[in-house]
């Protein structure tokens, strides 16, 4: 069973090792933070109120972590990253269940009209993962990143509250009848 919880001070530890680990960190902009970088980053989004983070749950067990940012902007659109940093989780649809659960939290409880991301351009998980739950393609950036060594290319890509709406039930249904989300 997947479910979000609100970030609390205590998970700057699962939040670090997971950036740390090497198949999160492939899809990340920049290089893994060092400990006190990452301590600075994860106090200064605790206190932004332009930001909102939860830890992914499976089962009762911190696996992944997802945030917004740009909660505060008056044209009600937030910028979102998501990443399941437990090995043993990936591939099995926590990531799948946490966007729905995500989604939700982003249209009902901030009245967002619009949820986007940048994604790196080959990767292809996630871009299909958030192309399932009704993201749409709205730009390709090129040489946008810079990553061990060599510039990456970056996808833009929103889902706007209205098209939630629409896709909502059914990917639902299909969490629920899976056994990820709650009934």
């Known amino acids: 069973m997947i479910e ?69 902007n008056k044209l009600r659109r937030a910028k979102w990253g998501w990443y399941i940093g437990d090995a043993d989780a990936r591939g099995r649809g926590a990531g799948r269940a946490a966007q729905a659960l995500g989604l939700d939290l982003a249209f009902r409880d901030f009245d967002l009209q619009k949820v986007w991301s940048e994604v790196l351009a080959d990767n292809d998980t996630a871009l299909r993962a958030q192309a399932a739950a009704g993201f749409r393609r709205e730009g390709y950036l090129r040489r ?30 299909d969490l629920r009848t899976s056994g990820l989300i709650a009934a």
Do not use: C
């Not at 530890?13 to 400990?35: I, K, L, N």
């Not at 990456?152 to 629409?166: M, N, S, Y």
């Open 144 to 173: 946008h990143a810079y990553k061990h060594g060599s510039y990456r290319d970056v996808v833009l890509l929103a889902i706007l509250v209205e098209e939630w709406q629409v896709r909502r039930e059914a990917v639902v249904k």
């Open 4 to 72: 979000l919880r609100n970030l609390q001070d205590e998970d700057v530890e699962h939040t670090f090792r997971w950036r740390s680990e090497p198949e999160v960190d492939r899809w990340m902009y920049g290089a893994p933070p060092s400990r006190e970088e990452h301590g600075r980053w994860f106090e200064h989004f605790r206190t932004d109120p332009d930001a909102k983070g939860w830890i992914i749950l499976q089962d009762g067990t911190p696996v992944g972590s997802l945030t917004l940012v740009g909660l505060t």
